[in-house]
């Protein structure tokens, strides 16, 4: 495993660079244009009316999935829209071969809305282990970065997540209501307390780069989905934060997590967030 582990570090070294030309196409060729110029045809739901899909994400996915797969050689891509049209594709995040992990645009509902609020997601893995993560919000032109071992960036700029500035509220963004059950809001009812200011969040990438550039002290989130959370928690680590699900383990990004979990700036805020969503079970 360490000799496969230092292929892919050399692979980081050498294309690194790549892999941001990859998401900044894909977004310029197939985001962007569509941006506030969505047509009615070109957006659909998927599971519901909160569930929303456009030509803008499947488009962009066909795109990383043909140039990281190029890219890396004997790779898999597991992506949000492939998942959903085979659920049986998820599966490759627990197997041995390198698993480019992809959400092509976070955020669909700000998309759809016109509001700038929304990235690309895209993070490396293998075995289960996250290597490296490229979080891109392109109506911002904003490009975050997380190499394992090797810190976060921001447009270059080293992030380091620091502390919550002592006397103030935690700034927790959590799921939003519409995408909860009734389980997992009372869970989430446990951050009502004093001390602590919970909204709801909105796209997941962007809250997890907040986390990790400190303009936000958590997260607080109750659903599993790799592509949602893969490149946000390898930022927030690599800024010095930490995640915990409810029974005080690091989350799984291959599952079966007791949910929700959070990801905060630092240890001793993920502990007391994950605390308080036992609390509210």
């Not at 996915?61 to 049986?88: I, N, W, Y």
């Not at 955020?107 to 993070?123: H, I, K, W, Y």
């Not at 550039?213 to 930490?242: I, M, Q, Y």
């Not at 079966?256 to 630092?266: E, H, I, K, Q, S």
Request: a negative charge.
């Amino acid at each position: 495993m360490n000799e496969d582990m230092e292929t892919i570090d050399e692979f980081l070294a050498r294309h690194g660079a790549d892999v941001e030309d990859a998401i900044r196409k894909a977004a310029a060729a197939e985001i962007l244009p569509r941006f506030r110029r969505l047509a009615d045809h070109e957006v659909d739901q998927k599971s519901g009316p909160h569930d929303l899909v456009t030509d803008a994400d499947r488009n962009a996915e066909l795109f990383l999935t043909q140039a990281l797969g190029d890219l890396l050689p004997g790779s898999v891509v597991v992506g949000e829209e492939a998942v959903h049209a085979d659920p049986a594709t998820y599966a490759a995040i627990r197997g041995d071969a390198p698993v480019w992990i992809v959400d092509p645009v976070d955020g669909t509902r700000q998309f759809v809305s016109g509001e700038d609020g929304f990235c690309t997601l895209v993070a490396l893995a293998r075995g289960g282990e996250l290597l490296a993560s490229w979080t891109y919000a392109p109506a911002l032109d904003q490009l975050a970065t997380a190499v394992r071992g090797r810190g976060a960036h921001l447009d270059g700029v080293r992030l380091l997540a620091g502390a919550p500035e002592a006397g103030q509220d935690l700034r927790v963004a959590t799921s939003h209501p519409d995408y909860t059950t009734d389980e997992q809001k009372r869970a989430l009812l446990g951050l009502r307390v004093p001390g602590v200011a919970p909204r709801p969040c909105g796209s997941a990438g962007l809250e997890y780069l907040a986390v990790a550039r400190g303009a936000s002290d958590a997260v607080a989130f109750s659903w599993e989905a790799a592509w949602d959370h893969a490149a946000g928690l390898l930022l927030v680590t690599e800024a010095g934060g930490a995640h915990l699900t409810r029974d005080g383990d690091p989350f799984r990004i291959t599952g079966g997590n007791v949910l929700p979990f959070t990801a905060a700036r630092d240890e001793a805020t993920a502990r007391r967030v994950a605390a308080l969503l036992t609390d509210g079970a």
